[in-house]
Nanobody
Framework: VQLQASGGGLVETGGSLRLSCAAS?????????MGWFRQAPGKEREFVAA????????YYTDAVKGRFTISRDNAKNTAYLQTNSLKPDDTAVYYC??????????????WGQGTQVTVSS
């Protein structure tokens, strides 16, 4: 499975971005849990959000609850992360991942290349 993340950019504090993760090849997308992680400079990769195979279950890290929304469109083999009310602390490279769903990187077999999100103060 190949994952292509896109949608990152430079925004001001309080702005929004919609990140996309397009899947292709290999396993059927509907059989894969999807997750988003992020890594800021000098920090470890951290979990952001996850969504189950059908989209019926979602899970967020506390830092983004109420601001970010994960979703998926199985007909388009694409997962999304809507990011609202962005803060400078949200600045990081955002990675999408596919596999079993959960908050651990070990739950995911496939990873995208990352998309940079920069929030200016």
């Amino acid at each position: 499975v190949q994952l292509q993340a896109s949608g990152g950019g430079l925004v001001e504090t309080g702005g929004s971005l919609r990140l996309s993760c397009a899947a292709s090849g290999g396993r059927t997308f509907v059989n894969l849990g999807m997750g988003w992680f992020r890594q800021a400079p000098g920090k470890e990769r951290e979990f952001v959000a996850a969504i189950s195979y059908s989209g019926g279950y979602t899970y967020y890290t506390d830092a983004v609850k109420g601001r970010f929304t994960i979703s998926r469109d199985n007909a388009k083999n694409t997962a999304y992360l809507q990011t609202n009310s962005l803060k400078p602390d949200d600045t990081a490279v955002y990675y999408c991942a596919a596999g079993r769903w959960g908050d651990s990187p070990r739950a995911y077999e496939y990873w995208g290349q990352g998309t940079q999100v920069t929030v200016s103060s």
